[in-house]
Every structure is written in C-alpha cells, then in structure tokens.
C-alpha cells in the first residue's frame, strides 16, 4: 500500500516539473514570510520581557522597602514592557495566521493543481474552505486547549498532567486537520468533517503510517540541515532547498495518500 503511494507521488512530482517550480518558490516564499514576522515580533517582544526581568533583578528590596518595595522606584516599566510584549505577540499571532491561510492556503491549491485543472472559480472555493477548516481548528483549539494550557500555568502547585493533555489533544486536532485539508477540492465543505472522522478512525493504521513516513522525512532532513549549519555555507545552501523539496514531496504524498484510502471507505 505505502509503495504504491509513494510510487504515485513520485509519478505525480516527475510528471508536473513546471508545476513543481512553482509550488518550490510558493513555498520558500511562505517560510521567507514567516522568518520576517518571526524576526519582527519575537525579538522585540523578547527584548521587551529582558527589560522587565532586568528592572526586576535590579531591585535592592529589604526589611524596610515596605509594603510595595518590590515594585521599585518605577513599576511602570514592567507594565509598559509587558503591554508591549504582548502586542508583539498578538501581531505575531495575526500575521503568521494570515501567512498561514492566505500563502500555505494557495500551496495546497497548488498541489491540488496537481490532480486537476484549476480554473477561478475552483481557486476561491478552494481557499474559501481552506480557512473555513483551519478558523474551525481554531476554534477548537481555543475552546479545549487554550483555556487548559491557561490552567496549567498558572497553578501554584506545578503539575505535568494538564500540560500532557495540552500535548495529546493538539496531536489529535492536527491529525484530523491536515486529512481534512487534503479532502479539500475534491468534496464539499459540509462533507468534509464526516469523511474526516471517518477517515481518521477507520483508516487509523494507513494514516498514521503516512504521517509518520512524512515526519521521518522531515526530521531527518532538518537535522541534516542542523548538522551543516557551520561546516559549509554552500553544502548549507543545498541542504535548505532539500528541506524545501522534502516539505513540497510530504504533502503531495499526504494528498494521494488520503485519496487513496478514501476510496476504500
């Protein structure tokens, strides 16, 4: 079964060269955009949290600093500081949302291109489903992990066990979110979670072979990449657009795979 995938992807790929540039650019494209947003709001928010943990560190507090000794001479520092830090991270939050729509949301119309003709009418249906699914992901997330991960942190007496759920529950909604969005194009929207289910549950045994085919994949090549990060800047280069062809190769295997198995449903 998995050969049979494979063989096909590696069929689709060799047939649709052109196609495959595209997608190749499309994709450096949305990690270079993800790398700037990244670069633009992590770092000024982290230097944001260093000032508060430094106005901290700098309070001499005694016996005789009083009641709000530990605030020091200026507390406004840590609240604007934290204000800012966390705008950052809302702009981070919003900016890598829409990359992740709008671009990663054209990757897998790309992809689909590949099993079919696209016209404008199939493109603003497809990407009209691609972000209905990932805002109902999101949703999810937020109503079953975002609020337990809140939980988990700020209990005084520290436990692993809501954290560990935080893991399993976003493991679960992954895995469910990416065989929806392969069943994208080729069913309706309102089908989609019930072959999704049925899918996930069902053909348990073919798909998670399939994901962890593609995360094998994946961390190997980003380990490679590690490997080389210092040793040689043109070896580094190459081992990047490897990176790039490996994220292109996983999901067009992670499409004909779902495409496959949900026939024999």
């Known amino acids: 079964m998995i050969k049979d995938f494979l063989k096909k992807t590696a069929d689709v790929i060799l047939g649709n060269k052109r196609k495959i540039l595209v997608i190749f650019f499309v994709q450096v494209l949305f990690f270079g955009v993800l790398s700037f947003v990244f670069f633009n709001t992590v770092v000024p928010s982290m230097g944001h949290a260093k000032a508060a943990v430094d106005y901290y560190s700098s309070i ?12 020091g001479d200026d507390p406004s520092i840590v609240f604007d500081n934290y204000r800012e830090m966390m ?7 919003l900016f890598s ?37 990932t805002l109902g992901f999101v949703f999810l997330f937020y109503a079953f992990i ?35 969005y392969s069943l994208i194009g080729k069913n309706k929207l309102k089908e989609i979670p019930k072959l999704m289910f049925k899918l996930g549950v069902f053909r348990f045994k073919g798909i998670i072979l399939v994901y962890l085919i593609n995360l094998l994949i994946i961390s190997l090549l980003f380990y490679l990449t590690y490997l080389v ?19 292109i190769f996983t999901r067009i295997f992670l499409v004909v795979s779902v495409g496959k198995l949900v026939k024999k449903l």
């Open 229 to 247: 990060v210092e040793f040689n800047i043109v070896l580094l280069s190459v081992f990047i657009l490897v990176f790039v062809i490996g994220f």
């Open 87 to 93: 705008s950052y991270l809302k702009y981070l939050g």
């Open 60 to 71: 001499n507090v005694t016996s005789d600093s009083g009641m709000f000794g530990f605030l």
């Open 146 to 180: 975002f609020s337990l991960l809140k939980d988990a942190l700020l209990e005084l007496d520290f436990n692993l066990l809501p954290l560990f759920w935080v893991l399993i529950l976003s493991i679960v909604l992954l895995y469910f979110l990416y065989i929806g």
């Open 97 to 133: 949302f829409l990359a992740f729509v709008i671009i990663n949301g054209f990757l897998w119309v790309l992809t689909d291109n590949l099993f079919r003709k696209m016209k404008i009418r199939y493109v603003i249906r497809y990407m009209f489903d691609f972000i209905v699914l």
